[in-house]
Structure formats: C-alpha cells, structure tokens
C-alpha cells in the first residue's frame, strides 16, 4: 500500500505534515522546537513538501537519507520517494532557520497518545467596542429592516449602513437577513449533509448488538460493533433536523462480514466490519443494523422532516475472508484441529496477536475457488487474477478487488447464494459490474433512496459510475411513479481521495458533487480568525458560478481523516470553526458529533479509530450551548440558499470582515468584527 505524507501550506509559524494513505490521512504541525515522532509501518511512502515560506532552494533529484538535512523548497513542491524498511517510530526534525528536515530512526517507542496542536499565529480584527456600524454596499434597499440571527435584534438599512451590538457568544459573528421572509426551494448546492456512522450513533435495539456470534472484547472495544442501528437513528432525527440538515448520509448498512481481522500494525485489537466498508452481501441489511422495516421507516420520518437519506455505496471491493465466514460458508481453506468449535470464538494466546489468526488458513489451498472466485475478484490467491498497480486494478488496503472492467459474465458463488435472507440469484449474461449496479439500486428501487455517497471513486472505471447514476435515476422513478411522490433527480457524491475544490473530469462521471479534501485543513486559520476564510470562499464562489456543475462537499471532520474536536480541545475553536464551515460556498457534510464536539475514542495502533467514538448523548453545558449556537447558525444556512449557491461579494470596510451572498431573490449579509 502506498503511503503520501506531504507538508502542506498553512500560515503558521511552522509548517504542516500531512500522512495519507489511500483512504485515510492525518496532518500534524512541525514545530522546531520538538521533533514530530510518528509510528511508520514497513512500506513505500511519498513525501511531498510545500507551503514552505521565505527565499529556500532545493534539488528535485534529491532523495531522503537518515540523518541527513532535506532541503526544503518555497517555488515548487518538492517530492521525495521513502522506503520504510522496518516498523517503527521515526522522527521529523524542522529547522525553520535552515529551511530543512531531519528524518531519524527513534530508538525508543514513542507512547504519547494524544496531541494537541498550537494554535495558528495570526493577525486578526479585534472587538473593541459595544457597537458596531456595517457598511452593506448596495445589498439591501434604504429602508430595508434586517434581522440580526444571533440576537435577533432588528435593524432599518440607512445610509447602506446599520449598527448594532453584537452578541458575545457568537465568536464575532454577524449574520443579518430581511424581517420580510420569504420561502425558497431546496438547492443541493446548499445542502447540510449529515454523516453518521451508524454503530457509532445511537442504539435503538440492544438485541440485536451481538449479532453472527460478534462479541466485545472486553478491552478498550476499539474495533467492535457498539450497538448503533437504524432505530437508533430514527430516535434522533429530531436532533439531526434541528441542525438544520438537509440530507443524512449512512454509513454502509448492507451485511458485513461476521467476523474480525487483526487491528492496527501490531494486531493489537480484534477489528470487525462496525463501519460498513468490508461488504459480504450487497442486498440485505446487516442485522446489527437492522431490518428492512427499519430502513422504510427511517426514509418515511426523513422525509417528513424534509430530509433526504443517502446510502453509502462501495463498488470496489468485498470484505476479508474471516474465520466466522470461512466456518459459516464452509470454504474448506481452514487448519480446525486448535480451533474452538466455533471458529469465531478465537482469541489469541499470550504469544499471539490479533494478526496470528492467519496462521490457521492456507492461503494456498485450491479451495479458494469457493470463495469469491477468480472470475470476480483480483486477490493473492491460488487462480486468482493478481492485482494490478493502477488505481483500478489494486487491492486496496488487501480488500478483493471486483472485476469491474470485465465483460465476462459470471455467476454468484455458492455461497453468496445460499446466504440466510440474500436477494442475490443468478441472472443471465451478467457481468460482475452488472450484479453490483443492480444490488446498489434495487435499495433505491424498494425503499426510494434519494442519492449515494460513493466510496473509492477512483478505484472503479468511469464508465461504471456513469451507468449507476443513470440506473439509480430510472430507479427512483420508478419507485416515485409507484407512490405517487416527487422530488429532485438522483443526487450522487463522490470520495476520491485527496481531491480538492476544483472541477475536474470525475463531474463528467455522474458524480454531482465531490468531497473536499482541503477545507479540513484551511478550518485551522479559519477558527482562529474568520476573515482567513476570505481568499477559500471567494475561489469557492467564483468556480461555482463558473461552472453550473462544479460542486464542493466541504468537511471540517471525518472517519478517515481527524476529529477536528481533537486538534485544539477548545469549544471556542469549535465554535469558531463550525461559522467557517457552515458558511461556507458549496455544500458542507458533517460528521456525526461535531456539533457537540464530540471527543476523540481509544485508538492503540490505529488512530483512525478513535476518530469513530460512540456519540455521547449526555451533553454538558459546554456542549449545548455549543449545540445551540450549531442549531442557529445550520438553520440559518438551510434558510438561506444564497450561502451554498449564492455569489460571493466582499464589502470592504475597516477593521471588519464582510460579505453578501445572492442566489436569485435571496440575500444575506455575514459580518466577522473580531474577537
């Protein structure tokens, strides 16, 4: 698996690290005051440095050697090949008078578990007094009366001007709109997306938490299901509405595979499927989640609440072959003499880890053709084809690769047929890629599903994104002639990773919108002082208008990626951070507990983990009045479509940060005075 690491451009005092492998990443600041010690598996790396200021040269032939200065570079990025031979800890040192690093193997193991990031040094506007005036350009006729959201105070327009006193509570924000109100339609180019993984969320049903013989593990429960479920969200769509949510994004709910895999490097947790990516049958729900019941009544109190339901659609790959599945489908590839009775049950020894139960499978046995077989996957596997080095042709992170690109037609395995409650049958002249489009959009087809986040977009030809979207829009049609409803076409969003906010060809693959990769990192300026955000959401704006179908989902937290709760641990920065995301041009997702700041979970060896804790429903003062100030500002942005899709104008004035926003006949004003 290729790893990118690559220093990214930021104004702060130091530069940034950012480790990235093809589905996850996380970014950490150099400080030239410490070294940044990492835990680095044996594999092949990519370092990218950039963002790097002042007058610095470098050789682009250069290549990293241990213990020796790597000259950074301030014109170009610079990107350096690594090959980390050994797991281990190693260290980056930042000279920031040199303009170099150091790359150094640690000797001892590093054990700190959490990290909190300086804060950003920057220049901001400060609020100096009680009251405020806003110049406001030519956005509101004289006259006009506007309402100020955050204290509600009403203000008359005079002299294309009002003044006013702020709230306190607001981290200097001033958004203002017309008394006069007027409704407007839903615009996806506005939408509020909220994500929730769904093991994570709520437990509505605690008998179905152990379902397949899934079991905790008694530890920390890092990697095991933790009991959310369907009836877990529905009991909190009021909340997820009073966000002002316009859309909920699943995580995948389909069956999962039964059992674990080792977690982390060292194997140091048993790592189940909680979070819905290691599909074992595409067209049934996984019963910790639920029933199809659950779904249809999910979607129905959705809409009711003028919400839309995306499901989480995965394309690329299946799940692992555990020793649960391996039992259960009985695929004869197993060495049972030291195994308990149920396969499941295995735990490792004081010798062992999590990783050591490969040692009871033979990866070489002919009986792999039982599995998955070789017709529809790539894997490392007797008569399998193997897997390729282009980004549709890997195995990601190991997963079986499906053939996708094949014109072969193929029939289900066995197994998959005989699977207890699977809507999977053989069908003639079918491709691999014609069974999964079809299992994908017989959940629209039944339950009515408004749209799908995609995962791993690159990983799958394009051809095949083309044909989902144009199937899933027949059918929701179909599924809306039948009930008699209406609504805006099929909406599809798309994770390719590391994509930033700009057009590019992956739009011209049905995709209507793509996740944005670089807000996360442009929130830190950003919380710290809200007019940082000016240069983002002017570029932001202007691509928007530039092309009708350019559109960004922006993000300031994720599964894959960090918690921004955990960089800085302040509510303030919280605070700060949810203003410059939910303002934000284009559409904006966010992760399930951000606007309680949630907190970072145990992790080991694995730090994605932690950034998929369980949600605590017991707030603290902190918390609600973080929620209130997140329930204010998300109805407001729902309110109003001018913040998604609306032209982007700046009003310059002194010691203030102000903006207009207009979508057709919608108008607000946003004012940042300072802290």
Known sequence: MIVSISFTAVSFANPNLTISTTTTSRDLPLDENAPLVLSLSKDNYTLTVSGVEGRCESDPEQKISFSQPIQLSCSAPLI???????????????????????????????????????????QCEQNTTTHHTIKLGNSFEEGTQLREVFTNQILRVSNQQVTLAPSPHSGGLVLLEPVEETSHPFNYRNANIYFVMVDRFNNG??????????????QDEIGTFHGGDLKGVIEKLDHIQSLGTDAIWLSPIVEQVHGFIGGGDKGSFPFYAYHGYWTRDFTKIDQNFGQDEDLETLVKEAHKRGIKVLLDAVINHSGYATLADLQFDDIEVVHSSDLPKKWAQWVPNSEQNWHSFHQHINYESQQWSQWWGGDWVRAGLPSYPKPGSSDTTMTLAGLPDFRTESDETVTPPTWLINNPGTRVEHKENYTVSDYLLEWQTDWVRRFGIDGFRVDTVKHVESDVWKRLKSEATESLQLWREENNKTGEPFWMMGEVWGHPAYRTPYFDDGFDALINFDMQKKLDKGAVCFSQMSDTYQDYSDKMQQSSDFLPVSYMS?????????????FDIQRNAANALLLSPGAIQVYYGDEIARKIGPYADDFHQGTRSSMNWAFDEEQQGLLAH?????????????????????IKQDNAYVFSRQFENDKVVVAFIGH
Not at 630 to 650: C, D, M, N, S, Y
């Open 80 to 122: 350096i090949p690594l090959k980390i031979r050994f797991s281990g800890d190693y260290a980056f040192y930042y000279n920031a008078v040199e303009q170099t690093i150091l790359f150094k193997r640690q000797a001892k193991k590093n054990t700190r578990q959490a990290f909190q990031r300086p804060l950003p040094t920057l």
């Open 205 to 218: 049903d605690v008998s179905n938490d152990n379902s397949y013989g899934r079991k905790p593990d008694g």
């Open 558 to 570: 994720s599964h894959d990626t960090e918690l921004f709760f955990s960089r800085y641990k302040s």
């Open 630 to 650: 997140w329930q204010t500002l998300g109805q407001f942005r729902q309110k109003h479509p001018a913040i998604g899709a609306g032209v982007h104008k700046e």
